[in-house]
């Protein structure tokens, strides 16, 4: 995990880079909280995706930033 974290940081300009929609993170948190499930679904996908995901999640959401867990096809890591 934390080799990873350091490598997506190195891509990442987190200067110029922003977690939107707050009010939404927060709601996910709730659920999380009360033991709901949240699934999140996404079209595309890459192998760094998850990296940086925790990275903006670090600061506002720190237990969402390192247990989520990513499922992704085949394809994600082998095109």
Same mark, same amino acid.
């Given at each position: ?14 200067? $110029?880079? +922003?977690?939107?929609?707050?009010? $939404? *993170?927060?709601?996910?948190?709730? *659920? ?5 499930? +949240? ?10 995706? &998850?990296? +940086? ?8 959401? &720190? ?7 990513? +499922?992704?096809?085949? $394809?994600?890591?082998?095109?």
């Amino acid at each position: 995990y934390n080799f990873g974290q350091r490598y997506v940081a190195s891509l990442t300009d987190f200067d $110029r880079s +922003v977690l939107g929609h707050p009010e $939404r *993170w927060a709601q996910i948190e709730k *659920w999380l909280e009360n033991g709901d499930n +949240v699934i999140l679904l996404a079209n595309h996908q890459t192998e760094a995706d &998850p990296g +940086v995901f925790a990275h903006m999640l670090e600061a506002a959401h &720190p237990t969402m930033a390192t247990d989520v867990v990513y +499922v992704a096809g085949d $394809r994600v890591v082998t095109d």
